[in-house]
């Protein structure tokens, strides 16, 4: 499989990991990631199902304007993020 490659400003290749999934089980509602995304790409919700429909977490409202920089995950204390390269 062929992935995307971007260039670093020095001009060395390197991939982008875009955001693929967030674990809702793990989400502690920090919301530390939702601030350090410069893309807008992570919203903040409650959670869906009725058991625990008053706890706030993170989720992954704007994917297409991911740039795979990872910054989200490295900050999450909790590990909840996955991330993949982009197939082209
Ligand atoms: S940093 Fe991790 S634990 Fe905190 S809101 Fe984001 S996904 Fe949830
Ligand atoms: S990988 Fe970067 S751009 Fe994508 S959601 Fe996480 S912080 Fe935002």
Known sequence: MSVYKALNYGGSEWTPQFVLSLDSE??????????????????????DDDEDADRMIANIANRNNCIGCKACGMTCVKKAYTFEPKAV
């Open 26 to 47: 793990k989400c502690i509602g920090c919301g530390r990631c939702v601030k350090v995304c410069s893309q807008g790409c992570l919203g903040f919700g409650n959670m």
